[in-house]
């Protein structure tokens, strides 16, 4: 079993900074891809940024330039850096994690709780 646990979120005002973690716990594999999702009321839920157990990372087109993720593999914690917030990045952010066993024959997701960022004056 495996658990995630967002934490960071809040109110912040337009062009202010966030710094969103997700804590990894339980059986974590070494094969392994963190995201962050967010999804917005009445919206899907999307992808902002993922970034891989050996560092590679991708961004949605949205956030690009103004996020980054980051990770720290002894901790199996993932943060997200987001500056220059605007009221459109208003949502719950969702941690993900996917992971193989050794033979990548079998994949494991798992999802977060949330936490809800908020930018408003």
């Known amino acids: 079993q495996v658990q995630l646990v967002e934490s960071g979120g809040g109110l912040v005002q337009p062009g202010g900074s966030l710094r969103l973690s997700c804590a990894a716990s339980?059986?974590?594999?070494?094969?392994?891809?963190m995201g962050w999702y967010r999804q917005a009321p009445g919206k899907e839920r999307e992808l902002v940024a993922t970034?891989?157990?050996?560092?590679?990372?991708n961004y949605a087109d949205s956030v690009k330039g103004r996020v980054t993720i980051s990770r720290d593999n002894a901790k199996n914690t993932m943060y997200l850096q987001m500056n220059s917030l605007k009221p459109e990045d208003t949502a719950v952010y969702y941690c993900?994690?996917?992971?193989?066993?050794?033979?990548?024959?079998?994949?494991?997701?798992?999802w977060g709780q949330g936490t809800q960022v908020t930018v408003s004056s």
């Open positions: 993900n994690l996917n992971q193989w066993a050794v033979n990548k024959g079998t994949r494991y997701g798992y």
């Open positions: 339980g059986r974590i594999f070494s094969i392994n891809v």
């Open positions: 970034i891989a157990s050996g560092g590679d990372t």
